[in-house]
């Protein structure tokens, strides 16, 4: 069993950056696919960023593409999403979640965090 603790959300205005924490407890994740996703009020769950299990590579939604980087410190057991050049439409809750059921761009994975909120002002 693996428990997720997400954090690093916060109160931002657009151009500036947010680093997200995802911090993981009673099993390493330094060889589990870890993932961000996103949902913001009213709409679905979106795929954000994912790095995979050997963590050579990372696979980016195209709205972050360029502006967001995924990344994992095996030492501090704890994955991070990097946020630079945040805009308004990236408000939403913010999520980690390790170990994806089959297709790591749907939403089934086996743990997931509570969710840290990003919001965003113009």
């Known amino acids: 069993q693996v428990q997720l603790v997400d954090s690093g959300g916060g109160l931002v205005q657009a151009g500036g950056s947010l680093r997200l924490s995802c911090a993981a407890s009673?099993?390493?994740?330094?060889?589990?696919?870890v993932a961000w996703w996103r949902q913001a009020p009213g709409k679905e769950r979106d795929f954000v960023a994912y790095?995979?299990?050997?963590?050579?590579?990372?696979y980016y939604s195209d709205s972050v593409r360029g502006r967001f980087t995924i990344s994992r410190d095996n030492a501090k057991n704890t994955a991070y999403l990097q946020m630079n050049n945040l805009k308004p439409e990236d408000t939403a809750l913010y999520s980690c979640?390790?170990?994806?059921?089959?297709?790591?761009?749907?939403?089934?994975?086996?743990?997931w965090g509570q969710g840290t909120q990003v919001t965003v002002s113009s």
């Open positions: 979640a390790a170990r994806p059921v089959g297709n790591a761009y749907v939403p089934h994975y086996t743990y």
């Open positions: 790095l995979t299990s050997t963590g050579r590579s990372t």
């Open positions: 009673t099993t390493s994740i330094s060889d589990i696919g």
